[in-house]
């Protein structure tokens, strides 16, 4: 009975955390909300096979959370990689046009986050267990991650990934040797072989570092000023944050602060985007919930960490270890099935595996889902109708995908992409009220620039040119890198009811002169448009 109970634990902790596999192509490019449906319908699954495993071995223990968890991560990361391999040599397709290795997810970064997960309990499995068939089964799917993970070509996934397996080569008690060598032959002894042991040690994680970036040297310029701005708009709010998913435009507008004092490097400028994730979960929460929200989460998972070194759970915390150094540099959080799992280590961290707190799992498992479930499944049909009426939004049928957009507004009025496209719809049919309340909204949810270009030409339309020409130079600080707003700005200066030659000028000649990260037909015709204004005035 006890081997009934523990595949019943497995199926139960497995199913849920299979929301990893589900994928949608008739959703959003990146949309999330199938995971939460699969997590819902089978979190009642879940709890039943909890309770049932409860009553099979009433009279004898169940096994700890931890270890039930280890074998569903194992099972998952090995389905996953063997996902990736497919990819790689071309036997499935990828779940993003631009890049040709994905799993089961939109794009490499969380794909790769995600087999760091698995690796440590891989190799902690691999160390620990003495059954010879589940530690060939533990190295093989440990070798099959190694074989895929640099191919995801993520840095931050590299580093987690070997920062966790020293993690628990260390726990395990296997670098004895290795520090014995290293204290005895390269530490111990005169100063010089101190500082020559020392010195070394520095040159080749400056190596490391030097080759890192060179990979992806503006990834990297790009991600330090990510984090320099969400720094300076968590401190706008420092105490109680921006908002749940106000971070996009909280960091819009502190970007849009720093570039309006024309005080920054040229690199800055090139390397500025319009990003929806802070890239650092740790300050995304700070701008987002400020920072004591951080500092307390941060205690409660260091504690949890503790615990579950405590009590040897050498392969859980390896995991938990790994996904807080992703979490540095990337968004893992913002994933469901990476989120449920990062919670699902923190409690497999602490319990011990007796009925009554299997009990609570389970109806915690259950609660949520059911609590969700009604909301998740109208968003996901939603998301599915959003796609067909963009189709009506991207072919010019404006006043047909109005009609689609409207009932869908309730439940996607947090979506800043759909308040664009369903506010530009309204601008294209001059229904310009309307349109500036909706591109207003899209504001607060998104730091996207051609919101704000919308906007001006907005207020252009309606005669306003003070607001207009105050919209579009905001435009303008958002990614000063970006030519349109220029050519929107002098086409304003060049218009009867705006008409200021001198400011014509000036955005003429940047719009002639500024360099494009890309030269395109639609730089070459805002040009051309410009040249021919300046003939004829």
């Not at 296997?174 to 005895?184: E, F, N, P, Q």
């Not at 991207?394 to 992409?417: C, D, F, I, V």
């Amino acid at each position: 009975m006890r081997h009934i109970g523990t595949l019943l634990l497995l199926f139960a902790v497995t199913l849920p955390l299979g929301m990893v596999g589900v994928t949608s192509a008739d959703l959003p490019p990146g949309e999330t909300v199938s995971q939460w449906v699969w997590y819902d319908r089978t979190a009642p699954i879940t709890t039943g096979c909890i309770g049932l495993a409860i009553i099979l071995c009433r009279k004898k223990p169940l096994p700890a959370l931890a270890d039930v968890l280890q074998g569903s991560l194992l099972i998952l990361g090995g389905l996953e990689a063997v996902w990736g391999l497919r990819q790689v040599f071309g036997f499935t397709t990828s779940g993003h046009s631009l890049y040709a290795l994905t799993g089961s997810f939109f794009n490499p970064g969380p794909y790769a986050g995600y087999l760091v997960l698995a690796l440590p309990v891989s190799l902690h499995s691999y160390l620990t267990t003495k059954r010879k068939w589940i530690r060939r089964l533990s190295g093989g799917i440990g070798l099959l991650i190694l074989c895929v993970l640099p191919a995801s070509m993520s840095r931050s996934a590299w580093i987690a990934g070997a920062v966790a397996c020293l993690w628990v080569w260390i726990a395990n008690g296997k670098a004895k040797r290795l520090h014995h060598i290293i204290y005895s032959r390269l530490w111990k002894g005169s100063p010089w072989r101190k500082a020559a042991t020392a010195g070394a040690v520095l040159c080749l994680v400056a190596l490391a570092s030097g080759m890192l970036f060179v990979l992806k040297p503006d990834s990297a310029r790009g991600r330090f000023f990510l984090w320099r701005m969400s720094v300076q708009a968590a401190m706008e709010r420092p105490w109680t944050g921006h908002g749940s998913g106000n971070f996009a435009a909280a960091y819009g507008e502190a970007q849009e602060a720093y570039f309006a004092t024309g005080d920054y490097e040229p690199w800055e400028e090139r390397v500025a985007g319009c990003p929806e994730y802070a890239f650092n979960e740790y300050l995304q929460l700070a701008v987002e919930h400020g920072w004591p929200a951080l500092a307390g989460l941060l205690a409660i998972v260091l504690l949890c960490l503790y615990r579950g070194t405590k009590l040897r759970r050498h392969g859980i915390c390896g995991s938990l270890v790994g996904l807080m150094v992703f979490a540095f540099s990337s968004y893992p959080l913002q994933i469901p099935a990476i989120a449920i799992t990062g919670a699902a280590l923190l409690g497999a961290s602490v319990l011990k595996g007796s009925k009554w707190e299997w009990g609570i799992v389970g109806i915690v498992t259950g609660i949520y889902g059911g609590i969700r479930l009604n909301h998740d499944r109208n968003m996901e049909q939603a998301c599915r109708e959003w796609v067909q009426a963009r189709v009506l939004y991207q072919t010019g049928a404006y006043a047909a995908a109005e009609e689609a957009y409207r009932p869908l507004y309730p439940l996607l009025k947090e979506r800043g992409s759909f308040l664009f496209e369903y506010g530009h719809g309204l601008h294209r049919q001059d229904k310009y009220t309307e349109a500036d309340s909706l591109l207003q909204q899209a504001a607060r949810r998104s730091n996207d620039p051609m919101i704000l270009n919308i906007l001006g030409k907005n207020a252009q339309l309606q005669g306003d040119c003070a607001r207009a020409e105050e919209w579009l130079w905001r435009a303008v600080h958002r990614l000063p890198g970006r030519i349109y707003p220029y050519y929107l700005l002098a086409k304003l200066y060049a218009s009867p009811d705006c008409r200021e030659w001198d400011k014509f000028e000036e955005m003429y000649r940047t719009v002639l002169t500024k360099e494009p990260k890309v030269m395109s037909t639609a730089i070459r015709e805002m040009r051309e448009d410009l040249e021919k204004i300046d003939r004829e005035r």
